[in-house]
């Protein structure tokens, strides 16, 4: 069974910092795309950040550029979230997602990715 869990979240007060991990078990995902998005109350899932198979390639959205760096360690199986300059409006959700095909280009849908994590919350106060 395929399983990504996230960790990391918390509360924090605005422009302080949060590392997310997201561990995977049940299969490898060293040939494959991973990201991350965020829900908040009352709005619809977003992207925020995702990463090629190899790390060379990553994409963010435009409200998070210059703040939140993605990385991976592939001997882990894991994907990262490094979040700096939080802000208040950074709370939300976070998910974890990986693409199931090999070798592609990071994407921003969400609908491109099959594996999910349950998520972890994010907290920022102002």
């Known amino acids: 069974q395929v399983q990504l869990v996230e960790s990391g979240g918390g509360l924090v007060q605005a422009g302080g910092s949060l590392s997310l991990s997201c561990s995977a078990s049940?299969?490898?995902?060293?040939?494959?795309?991973m990201g991350w998005f965020r829900q908040a109350p009352g709005k619809e899932r977003e992207f925020v950040a995702a990463i090629n198979w190899s790390g060379g390639s990553t994409g963010y959205a435009d409200s998070v550029k210059g703040r939140f760096t993605i990385s991976r360690d592939n001997a882990k199986n894991t994907v990262y979230l490094q979040m700096n300059s939080l802000r208040p409006e950074d709370t939300a959700i976070y998910y974890c997602a990986a693409d199931s095909v090999w070798h592609v280009p990071v994407k921003a849908q969400d609908r491109a990715y099959e594996y999910w994590g349950q998520g972890t919350q994010v907290t920022v106060s102002s």
């Open positions: 049940g299969r490898r995902f060293n040939n494959n795309a």
